[in-house]
């Protein structure tokens, strides 16, 4: 067994750690997507309790998301009932060019 010392250490450089099946797994950070991604996953765990009656109320939705993503996009409906995702920018100019052509 490593110490949390040892354990740190070999974290910070990204070193392998061989498991006792022979396996390595990298002990590097996960990226925001990926934390967003077990987010994501966890949500749909906790939702699935919370509709059997297992939990009370699910604390997943408070949790910080972490960054990499842009908030700053609008969502329109496009025609064909898909949400299409642009900048503030263009949809301003969207929204203007679809008043002065009325």
């Known amino acids: 067994m490593l110490s949390e010392e040892e354990a740190k250490r070999r974290k910070r450089s990204g070193a392998k750690i061989k498991l006792v099946d022979g396996r390595y797994v990298q002990l590097t950070p996960a990226s925001a997507r990926t934390k967003r991604k077990y987010l994501a996953n966890l949500n749909g765990i906790m939702r699935r309790a919370l509709k059997v009656g297992a939990i009370a109320s699910n604390p997943v939705p408070l949790v910080e998301r972490p960054g990499g993503r842009k908030s ?16 503030p920018e263009v949809a301003r ?3 203007e060019h679809s008043q002065r052509s009325r």
Do not use: E
């Open 93 to 95: 100019a969207l929204a």
């Open 72 to 87: 700053n996009r609008k969502s329109l409906k496009s025609g064909v009932g898909r949400t299409v995702s642009m900048a």
